[in-house]
């Protein structure tokens, strides 16, 4: 034991966020940054989940994991009415030690849920998750929409399935891990494409349960500059946000998620004929429907605006949106001075290497 069993990396999304929700296709790329765990002996009967970054450990026994079990299940119809905050529903079930952290940090109650309902989804499965610590950390920066959280939950979730016997479908394994971002994001849609990108690795459309990978090589001579402008909103917050927009105006908000779709469609296409200034157009086109959206931001938009400036092919925001990180495609020798005009107006800019890598190529043969 003690060995790494599993990495799995962090997540930008090409085309169709927000529309993946509603049952749109969405495009995502890998990133050369990792989630990784490993395992350890622990006490018989409790799984201990060690998160380093943190410096946090949560400990979780059989009555827990039922428990909030039980209550996502009684609330999956509306996941908005799951009780994270409620510790006296769990209080007797939980450590002493955990309990007076969480009196001062509400938040590690949710962490506490999401890792508890996956171990439950495992247990479900025949996997044996007791005895064990699994010790996470990860180089993917947190809310910034790299999908640090999917990427934690899927290498937790790896690394349990490969010090088991038993093997599993590629869809039972993500279905099991998603649910932690069901957990984190309060929706009961969320992570599909987050998780499926960090499971599978390189370059994955997704719509409806079914996963296609592309080729990469046609980007490997571009270089992938990634662009932060800041905090941004919870994934929660902007789901919601587009959500209350589609009940409000169906048909208009329905268009643009419809013509971010098309986006996702011809800009796989393009790139699979290497008509890479096409592709970028599509990109752009994507992301001023995003904003038509209102989830970009005057600094996203800005990001956007120098991108193009600086004869990017395409540039976008990436994940949720409200803040946090853009993308840009750039040729390699354009890419330092597009970082340093990105620094001159106060964003932090940085290439960042491509994987074909995912946590897939982990699980034990």
């Known amino acids: 034991m003690a060995n790494i069993l599993s990495r799995a990396p962090g ?17 995502a790329i890998t990133i050369n940054r990792f989630a990784i765990a490993k395992i350890q002996k622990y006490k ?9 970054d943190k410096n946090q450990t949560i400990i979780l026994n059989k009555k827990l994991i039922e428990k909030i079990r039980d209550n996502y299940n009684k609330n999956f119809n509306n996941i908005n009415n799951f009780d994270f905050k409620n510790l006296l529903i769990y209080k007797k079930y939980i450590d002493p030690k955990l309990v007076k952290q969480i009196e001062t940090n509400k938040d590690l ?18 996997i044996n998750i007791f005895g064990k610590k699994v010790e996470i950390s990860s180089d993917i920066p947190e809310k910034k929409g790299l999908a640090s959280s999917a990427a934690c939950f899927i290498a937790f979730t790896i690394s349990l399935i490969s010090m088991a016997d038993k093997k599993l479908k590629d869809s039972e394994i ?14 009961k849609n969320a992570g599909k494409i987050d998780i499926a990108a960090s499971y599978f690795g390189g370059i994955i459309s997704y719509k409806n349960s079914k996963i296609r990978s592309y080729n990469i090589n046609n980007i490997k001579n571009l270089d992938l500059v990634i662009i ?21 105006n169906k ?14 469609n011809r800009g796989l296409g393009y790139l699979k ?15 001023e429907l995003l904003n038509k959206l209102g989830v970009s931001t005057n600094k996203l938009n800005k990001a956007i605006l120098l991108s193009k400036l600086n004869k990017a092919y395409g540039a976008k925001l990436s994940g949720g949106g409200g803040g946090g990180i853009a993308i840009a495609f ?3 020798n354009k890419s330092s001075h597009l970082i340093d005009i990105m620094k001159k107006n106060n964003f932090n800019a940085f290439k960042s290497e491509i994987t074909e890598v995912g946590a897939r190529h982990f699980i034990k043969k």
């Not at 932060?228 to 409000?248: M, Q, R």
């Not at 048909?251 to 996702?264: F, M, P, S, V």
């Not at 004929?273 to 592709?279: A, D, G, L, Q, V």
């Open 11 to 27: 997540v930008l999304k090409l085309f169709g966020e927000h529309a993946v929700v509603y049952g749109k296709k969405c495009a």
């Open 44 to 52: 018989k009967d409790l799984i201990a989940i060690y998160l380093k």
């Open 109 to 126: 109650l949710q962490q506490i849920f999401a890792y508890g309902l996956i171990s439950a989804k495992l247990l479900e499965n025949n």
């Open 174 to 187: 993500t279905e099991i891990a998603r649910h932690g971002e069901i957990i984190a994001h309060k929706n």
């Open 228 to 248: 932060d402008t800041g905090p941004k909103k919870s994934t929660a917050e902007t789901v919601l946000h587009v959500s209350k927009l589609y009940n409000k």
């Open 251 to 264: 048909a208009r908000t329905g268009k643009i998620l419809n013509q971010i779709e098309l986006c996702c």
């Open 273 to 287: 004929k290497n008509n890479i200034i096409e592709f970028g157009k599509q990109i752009y086109k994507n992301h």
């Open 330 to 332: 750039i040729d390699k």
